[in-house]
């Protein structure tokens, strides 16, 4: 017999916090559930097993239709700092968790994005639409795939509800599903009502289900911000050298546990351009790409402050200064932390033995001057060390108008690449080179089509990238550069 959502594990998990934390609350019925996209790997993560998604109880759950026996569903309070503006409270406004399940010595909470109005809905509507939805599963596991710390997509169910955002598009359900969607939002809350007991208990709770080896420690407060300073280096990092730009860095989409959080106007770079701005509503370009480390860095220092009543409770004035001296310190780190981890990424895709921070430099400069395809460049590269065969360097050299740049580059770099060596050396950097990524036009492909009741894009897209480092014939198309028109599709923080 299938497994029912409602025989899993069930534990009572961020709701032993307490009622400061969250509303308890039920999703809001959709008129109807036309069907779902799964993913199986996490559905195995969670103790779901093979077949589980054809029982039509488990999609009108994930849908929000049917609810659990038992289980309170809950949305959370958090605030946050928005474009680099304190926004207030914000909150779970259309995500509705179900609760936290365990699977062996794991745990997942489960949290239904587009599942109605909560106490924190605002203005807004509580919905989500087809288009965005697709956005958010495919890339949830496109990341997953490039093993990119991620928020993962257990189901997109959709409906025929309208909901009206620029046009009138159709409502859907993102079932996500991450060991903790906590945020520095959460943190920043607590904070700023100076609720420093709650504060406590959420760093307490954080630290006792997700950083339990610092318990132990002296100063468990400040070791969990030098751990999430460390962690989210370590992610934005691996986006910088992915070509990954989130678009809507607010401390509200900053995961506590370094995960890839909130997938909104989200893009991966065509063309390199490092002042690339993926979201249209950012004219200054506060999230750029190239910017995306520095505001890493601004979010967690406003986690820092939302931490400082934990790491110097009380009023003693020496002290305060003395604990905000060694906060400043860590943060100082963050730079060079980033830096080390983005070497580091940049020395696995080149297929070095060790970090050439020069070198590094001068090809994203080429790279970003010539416009070339980010992604087709460095797959490319890998043939280039691979064979030395004119072919491939004609490849990549077609990819620059200053053929002296690329010319110079590639011999200071193929002169590092001992040729004895070099089909390993090319096999390895396969496994750090996609050739296979979320592409926005392939994106906007695959919503149109669904849009018109066609998902065939959406499933080949969803299989293709959860192994995005393959060669996967069948998907070559998937690979190519982008047409021409895919420069113009601009996303919007409509969703
Ligand atoms: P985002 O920029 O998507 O991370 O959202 C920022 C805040 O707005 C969060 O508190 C969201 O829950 C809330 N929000 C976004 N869209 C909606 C919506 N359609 N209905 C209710 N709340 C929303
Ligand atoms: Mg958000």
């Not at 069907?35 to 029982?55: H, R, T, Y």
């Not at 189901?155 to 620029?166: C, D, G, N, Y």
Request: glycine share 6%; hydrophobic share 40%.
């Amino acid at each position: 017999m299938t497994k029912s959502i409602d025989s899993l594990a069930w534990q009572e998990g961020f709701l032993n916090l307490g009622s400061a934390f969250f509303t308890p609350l039920k999703p809001t019925p959709l008129p109807d559930c036309l069907g779902g996209v799964v993913s199986q790997s996490v559905a195995k993560s969670i103790g779901l097993s093979s077949g589980w998604e054809l029982d039509q109880h488990n999609l009108e759950v994930l849908t929000g239709n049917a609810h659990l026996e038992n289980r309170p569903a809950y949305a959370t309070v958090y605030s946050g700092h928005q474009f680099g503006v304190w926004a207030g409270q914000l909150g779970d406004g259309r995500a509705i968790h179900l609760g936290t399940v365990q699977n062996g010595d794991e745990s997942y909470e489960i949290q239904l994005k587009g599942a109605g109005k909560t106490p924190y809905s605002r203005m807004g509507d509580g919905r989500a639409v087809l288009r965005s939805s697709i956005r958010e599963f495919l890339c949830s596991e496109a990341m997953a795939g490039l093993s990119i710390p991620t928020t993962r997509a257990l189901a997109l169910t959709h409906s025929s509800a309208p909901v009206v955002r620029e046009k009138v598009e159709t409502a859907a359900v993102v079932t996500r599903v991450a060991p903790s969607f906590i945020r520095f939002g959460h943190f920043e809350h607590f904070a700023s009502n100076q609720q420093y007991e709650d504060l406590k208990s959420l760093a307490d709770f954080v630290i006792e289900n997700h950083y339990s080896h610092l318990q132990d420690s002296e100063e468990p407060y400040l070791a969990l911000l030098e751990e999430v300073i460390a962690k989210n280096a370590a992610l934005v990092a691996k986006w910088q050298a992915v070509g990954f730009c989130h678009g809507v860095l607010n401390t509200d989409n900053m995961s506590i546990l370094g995960l890839t959080l909130d997938y909104g106007p989200f893009s991966f770079i065509d063309a390199t351009d490092l002042k690339y701005i993926c979201n249209h509503s950012d004219s200054a370009g506060r999230y750029s790409y190239l910017n995306q480390p520095n505001v890493f860095h601004w979010n967690l220092v406003r986690l820092a402050e939302a931490l400082l009543p934990l790491i110097a409770p009380g009023q003693d004035e020496a002290l305060i200064d003395a604990k905000v001296e060694q906060l400043k310190e860590l943060l100082f780190q963050f730079p060079h932390q980033y830096e080390h981890f983005y070497q580091e990424e940049m020395r696995l895709k080149l297929g070095l033995t060790q970090s050439e921070n020069a070198l590094v430099e001068e090809l994203v400069l080429l790279l970003d001057h010539n416009r070339v395809d980010y992604t087709f460049f460095f797959r490319s590269l890998c043939d280039v060390v691979d064979t030395a065969s004119i072919a491939a360097i004609s490849v990549i050299k077609d990819l620059f108008l200053d053929q002296l740049g690329v010319d110079l580059w590639l011999q200071k770099y193929l002169a590092m690449i001992p040729s004895e060596k070099a089909k390993v050396i090319a096999a390895q950097m396969r496994r750090h080179n996609p050739k296979y990524i979320l592409r926005q036009y392939l994106a906007q492909k695959a919503i149109e089509n669904a849009e018109n009741g066609d998902f065939g894009l959406v499933h080949q897209l969803h299989e293709c990238l959860q192994k995005p480092y393959d060669e996967q014939l069948e998907f070559s198309e998937f690979a190519k550069l982008p047409p021409e028109w895919a420069s113009q599709i601009s996303v919007s923080c409509s969703s």
